[in-house]
T-cell receptor, first 113, second 114 residues
Framework: RKEVEQDPGPFNVPEGATVAFNCTYS??????FFWYRQDCRKEPKLLMS???SGNEDGRFTAQLNRASQYISLLIRDSKLSDSATYLC??????????????FGKGTKLSVKP | DAMVIQNPRYQVTQFGKPVTLSCSQT?????MYWYQQKSSQAPKLLFH???????NEADTPDNFQSRRPNTSFCFLDIRSPGLGDAAMYLC?????????????FGQGTRLTVV
């Protein structure tokens, strides 16, 4: 089983739509969770951290369910500029530190006019 | 200004010819990572340095080696590139006293093997 698994995608949605991405992780010891955004042929960039209580950043809402080892990202009122691949990322501990970032395969989003 | 710089941005190498990719950082971060990302795949962690300690992922092929001569520089050496090694190689850094949210990525080197 992969450490991080995501919806296969691609998601093709019209502007203004609400879209949700899901992700599951296998390592119950993971402590940190993130969503990254990656544009075509570019490096991944941090979109937002994910907290147990859920958190929102403008049109983006992230949620974490530790018991189910499940993370979600909701994008409301999609814009053309939201078109990208969204990567679910969890930490893998190393020694006493938070360690390393482990990436999911990503879900591609295309927002159409 | 870019804080994690990867050179070159694009590299073409011949099958079996050793190639070195470089990463430099101006952040004085003590942790540096190398990831391999093939087309439509997840970035896959190859290895990381925690200070001078080298940590190889269990499934990283022996063909991939790394050197970190000082805090600022880290190199990825591919001893005998195969066609399957064509990918984007990403370098990332962070300070171990800060959380993973403070990880910085370079722009990547896209490697083509011919």
């Amino acid at each position: 089983r992969k450490e991080v698994e995501q919806d296969p995608g691609p998601f093709n949605v019209p502007e203004g739509a609400t879209v949700a991405f899901n992700c599951t992780y296998s390592n119950s010891a993971s402590q940190s969770f993130f969503w990254y955004r990656q544009d075509c042929r570019k490096e991944p960039k941090l979109l937002m951290s994910v907290y147990s209580s859920g958190n929102e950043d403008g049109r983006f809402t992230a949620q974490l369910n530790r018991a189910s080892q499940y993370i979600s990202l909701l994008i409301r009122d999609s814009k053309l500029s939201d078109s990208a691949t969204y990567l679910c990322v969890v930490s893998r501990n190393y020694g006493g530190s938070q360690g390393n970032l482990i990436f999911g395969k990503g879900t591609k989003l295309s927002v159409k006019p | 200004d870019a804080m994690v710089i990867q050179n070159p941005r694009y590299q073409v190498t011949q099958f079996g010819k050793p190639v070195t990719l470089s990463c430099s950082q101006t952040l004085n971060h003590n942790v540096m990572y190398w990831y391999q990302q093939k087309s439509s795949q997840a970035p896959k962690l190859l290895f990381h340095y925690y200070d001078k300690d080298f940590n190889n992922e269990a499934d990283t092929p022996d063909n991939f080696q790394s050197r970190r001569p000082n805090t600022s520089f880290c190199f990825l050496d591919i001893r005998s590139p195969g066609l399957g090694d064509a990918a984007m190689y990403l370098c990332a850094t962070r300070l171990s006293s800060q959380g993973l949210v403070k990880a910085f990525f370079g722009q990547g080197t896209r490697l083509t093997v011919v």
